[in-house]
């Protein structure tokens, strides 16, 4: 069972624009959603995280969208630059066990 | 301070084999959990070690086994290998005096079973 569902498998979107990731999960326990960047040969890299307490969290140009009610959040990279090139998975936990549920992953392809 | 390390960086094995892989937390950290991620795929949760005792696992078969030691620092040992264990093996550590929600990743461990 899939617990955590992320979409679209893959974007490419030109430099300076906008990239958006959103994931839904179904287990109403979960109360932390990190997001991770990998590049490739690489281990996943924490990139901003969020609690259900808010809606939105913004560090630099990375924003997560919180929507409790819908069980879903999204990451929104601003300004994507080439550098971004990587694929991103969204994340959910509990605090109880602590295991990282992860969605299948988003690839991005920034072009310059 | 120094991040998460793993080795060895890749293994190659033969099927039916046995392999060892190993994981230094980072520094303070005393919560290790170990993660397959196949091609293509998330990170699946294998099992957690928190000061020296196993603390959750995940739907994995009993020949994923592991140990954690006074230092913190893991192994995962994998028996009677099988072609679909080839993928990337991830150790991430958390801080704190008790489990926490972040997770600090390692580079992994890339196995393929031939």
């Known amino acids: 069972q899939q617990q955590v569902k992320q979409s679209p498998q893959s974007l490419i979107v030109q430099k300076g624009g906008i990239s958006i990731i959103n994931c839904a999960y179904e287990?109403?326990?979960?109360?932390?959603f990190p997001w991770y960047q990998q590049f490739p040969g690489k281990g996943p890299a924490l990139l901003i995280a969020i609690r259900p307490d808010v809606s939105e969290k913004k560090e630099g140009r990375f924003t997560i969208s919180f929507n409790k009610s819908a069980k879903q959040f999204s990451l929104h990279i601003m300004d994507s630059q080439p550098g971004d090139s990587a694929t991103y998975f969204c994340a959910a936990t509990k605090a109880a066990g602590n295991k990282l549920t992860f969605g299948g992953g988003t690839r991005v392809l920034v072009k310059p | 301070e120094t991040g998460v390390t793993q080795s060895p960086t890749h293994l190659i094995k033969t099927r039916g084999q046995q392999v060892t892989l190993r994981c230094s937390s980072q520094s303070g950290h005393n919560t290790v959990s170990w993660y397959q991620q196949a091609l293509g795929q998330g990170p699946q949760f294998i099992f957690q070690y928190y000061r020296e005792e196993e603390n959750g696992r995940g739907n994995f078969p009993p020949r994923f086994s592991g140990l954690q030691f006074p230092n913190y620092s893991s192994e995962l040992n994998v028996n009677a290998l099988e072609l679909d264990d080839s993928a990337l093996y991830l150790c991430a550590s958390s801080p704190g005096a008790s489990p926490s929600y972040e997770q600090y990743f390692g580079p992994g461990t890339r196995l393929t079973v031939t």
């Open positions: 287990n109403t326990a979960f109360d932390y």
